[in-house]
Every structure is written in structure tokens, then in C-alpha cells.
């Protein structure tokens, strides 16, 4: 329990989260409101309350892409898969061709090839995705890179970051399971 005298401040960070699917929060706006109780020196009780919490909402997007599963540590130099389940939300028809394009600093590559062609996507259908990727570089590596391009619009569509994957050597790997 935190004791503050008169005219100190402190500061909170506060990460929400939803309890409802990813996808239905995707429309909602307003988070909620923010309450703050406390009781002073002498036992009165304070109280304030915020207007209601906005947050900016996302830009639609024609196709979205969710990690459905990927190791949260892999071995340097060793493939590992990456689940992915690619939802069309628009309302035509998508013929999408998987590309991996990284960016910058190469720390993961695709393991196969790249520009391979997924099945038609109707509208508000989705498809399960794997990729086997490999690590090159030990650390933290950003999974990114991915790119769905439509063969009939021309159009291409960027991912942008999906995950973080801590990559270890193999004798650091037998260190941390000790």
C-alpha cells in the first residue's frame, strides 16, 4: 500500500484487455471508465471517477492475419512453425499469394518457398496457415514480413509485425531449462 503526502504524484500504467474475442472488439470504441478509491490520513475516503475511455479505432483492413501458435523460445539454426489463420473481411472473393519479404535486419527466414498460392477466399471465410521458419540470429526476433498479395486485384496487403520469438543457441537453451 502506497502512502503519498500532500502534493506528491504517482504514476500508473495500465494495459487492458478485453474479454470478449479480438474480433468483436474491433468495432467497439469506448473502453469504459476509470475509477480511483483511496482513503486520506485521517481514514475520508476519496473518490474520482473519468469520462468514459476512447481509444482510436483500427483501420479496416481487407484480409487479417492471427497467430494461432508459435513457441514462445526455439533453437538457433533449427525450423520451427508458425500457425496462422488468415480471415478475408472483405466482401469479394480474394486469391491470395503468401509471400515472406523481412525487412531490415534478417533474424528469420522462411523455410520453403516463398509466393506459394493459398486456396480462394470467400468473403468472411478464414484459412488455417504454417509456415516453418528458421532463426538466424540469437535474441529477440520480430516475426514479421509477411505479405498476402491478390493475383486478381494486383493488390498487396502488409501484415506487419506478428510475434516476438526468444531464439537461443543450443548450449544457452540447456542453460535456461536447467
Request: with cysteine; net charge neutral; hydrophobic share 40%.
Amino acid at each position: 500500500m502506497a502512502y503519498l503526502k500532500a502534493g506528491d504524484t504517482q504514476q500508473y500504467m495500465y494495459r487492458l484487455r478485453g474479454k470478449h474475442p479480438a474480433a468483436q472488439l474491433r468495432s467497439v470504441s469506448a473502453l469504459g471508465r476509470m475509477e480511483v478509491v483511496w482513503k486520506s490520513q485521517m481514514g475520508e475516503s476519496g473518490h474520482l471517477q473519468s469520462n468514459a475511455v476512447q481509444r482510436k479505432l483500427p483501420t479496416p483492413r481487407s484480409v487479417e492475419v492471427t497467430v494461432l501458435s508459435i513457441a514462445d523460445q526455439v533453437l538457433l539454426e533449427t525450423p520451427f512453425s508458425l500457425g496462422c489463420l488468415v480471415t478475408n473481411t472483405s466482401s469479394k472473393e480474394l486469391h491470395l499469394q503468401l509471400r515472406f519479404e523481412p525487412q531490415g535486419q534478417i533474424g528469420l527466414v522462411i523455410d520453403g518457398v516463398s509466393g506459394r498460392s493459398l486456396a480462394p477466399l470467400k468473403p468472411q471465410v478464414s484459412t488455417q496457415v504454417t509456415l516453418t521458419l528458421i532463426a538466424l540470429e540469437p535474441g529477440i526476433q520480430k516475426v514479421s514480413g509477411l505479405q498476402l498479395f491478390d493475383t486478381v486485384s494486383e493488390q498487396l496487403h502488409e501484415v506487419g509485425p506478428l510475434a516476438d520469438v526468444f531464439v537461443t543457441q543450443r548450449d544457452m537453451a540447456c542453460e535456461v531449462l536447467k
